[in-house]
């Protein structure tokens, strides 16, 4: 994922077509959609809240969220986020653009914490100051994800965070 400012970011993916399967005799459960190949793992109890502006970034990142076998609910606000909090059963992590259309992450990290103390929120940003991270830590965000990411580096970030551990 790349952030360009002001404009909308961009999503880069980069999936293996054909050839040799990499995981030997025993490969997961795939399925074929076209040339993509779709890996569905186990883990259908887990949901996640994804806040985004961007509209690309919410449906690509709900389909490879679903791919990797989450539960996925996509807000485009912060107010639609801590609506969809309340109105939904409570998410397992709320993955957090800390750059929205008149609000901050933190402000909408910070209501989400007086709905819900344990809330797990990842913030995903293209740029943070140093000091900036540090208040986000004490505010209670359990990980920082710089923009561009990869979707392997977005997954150990939500396996870490799930299992408990900080991912700064």
Not at 36 to 41: E, R
Not at 56 to 78: Q, S
Request: net charge positive; glycine share 8%; aromatic share 6%.
């Amino acid at each position: 994922m790349r952030n360009f400012g002001p404009y909308p970011s961009s999503m880069e993916v980069c999936l293996p077509i054909g050839g040799e399967n990499p995981w030997g005799r025993r490969s997961p459960k795939t399925r074929r959609q076209g040339n993509f190949m779709t890996i569905k793992a186990r883990r259908p109890s887990i949901r996640i809240l994804l806040v985004d502006d961007d509209p690309l970034i919410c449906t690509l990142g709900r389909k490879l969220l679903e791919n990797l076998g989450y539960r996925v609910d996509v807000a485009r606000a912060g107010a639609e986020a801590l609506r969809l909090y309340r109105k939904r059963r409570r998410p397992d992590l709320v993955i957090l653009d800390y750059h929205l259309p008149g609000d901050s992450g933190s402000h909408i990290l910070e209501q989400l914490k007086d709905l819900d103390p344990e809330v797990r929120v990842l913030l995903a940003s293209g740029f943070l100051p140093p000091q900036e991270v540090a208040q986000l830590r004490k505010q209670g965000a359990c990980g920082l994800i710089l923009k561009p990411f990869r979707l392997r580096e977005l997954e150990t970030r939500i396996r870490q965070i799930l299992a408990g551990q900080v991912g700064f």
